[in-house]
């Protein structure tokens, strides 16, 4: 099947940074791109949905100036958190999807923000 | 209420069990349904997919989809330990790759030896 990697897979930070996530497909060519946020023991929730060379979607309550999201190819989309907070500590998952109805999952990102 | 419901865990069965997962949903504008298996610290894989109501069988595998009482089941048969994971249902409006997924809270599922 199709393969989505996430950079870095594990990241910690002090408060008042930005972190920057790189979601990659790697064997195909994602028209569009979604990023989740995942608590604990909680489901995942969609943050935002992306578009090659289009601003991203974000979902009612998810502050657009603080996740900065960017699909600039076809293969590549980041997401920047920017000035960190405690309470962004997670677990970031962003999907891919082509041309068929399958999303296909990267194997996530967690944030700890100290 | 939320969308989807899905009932609580943990689940622990012994091995070779029979084992069933359910959700329940609200909007009924859903019409694709899906199962997800996430082991830790790794993002959710498809299981399963299906287009409104149903049942479609994989292997071990079973997924049923009642749309009039807006609710779904993933069934294992001959449970083994390597499905020990959390299980997770996800729903959309329309198909497409590029539909969005509404998520369950998934339940955690362990298999003893």
């Known amino acids: 099947g199709a393969v989505v990697s996430q950079h870095p897979s594990w990241v910690i930070c002090k408060s008042g940074t930005s972190v920057k996530i790189e979601c990659r497909s790697l064997d195909f060519q994602a028209t569009t791109m979604f990023w989740y946020r995942q608590f604990p023991k909680q489901s995942l929730m969609l943050m935002a949905t992306s578009n090659e060379g289009s601003k991203a979607t974000y979902e009612q309550g998810v502050e657009k100036d603080k996740f900065l999201i960017n699909h600039a190819s076809l293969t590549l989309s980041t997401l920047t958190v920017t000035s960190a907070h405690p309470e962004d500590s997670s677990f970031y998952i962003c999907?891919?999807?082509?041309?068929?109805?399958?999303?296909?999952f990267g194997p996530g990102t967690r944030l700890t923000v100290t | 209420q939320k969308e989807v419901e899905q009932d609580p865990g943990p689940l622990s069965v012994p091995e070779g069990a029979i084992v069933s997962l359910n959700c329940t949903y609200s909007?009924?504008?859903?019409?694709?349904f899906m199962w997800y298996r996430q082991y830790s610290r790794k993002g959710p894989e498809l299981l399963m997919y299906?287009?409104?109501?149903g049942n479609k069988e994989d292997g071990r595998f079973t997924a049923q989809v009642d749309k009039s009482s807006k609710y779904i089941s993933l069934f294992i048969r001959d449970s083994q330990p390597s499905d020990s994971a959390t299980y997770l249902c996800?729903?959309?409006?329309?198909?497409?790759?590029?539909?969005?997924?509404?998520f369950g809270k998934g339940i955690t599922l362990s298999v003893r030896p």
């Open positions: 999907s891919a999807s082509g041309i068929v109805y399958e999303q296909y």
């Open positions: 299906t287009y409104s109501s």
């Open positions: 996800a729903m959309s409006g329309r198909g497409g790759a590029n539909s969005k997924l509404t």
């Open positions: 909007n009924s504008a859903f019409q694709y």
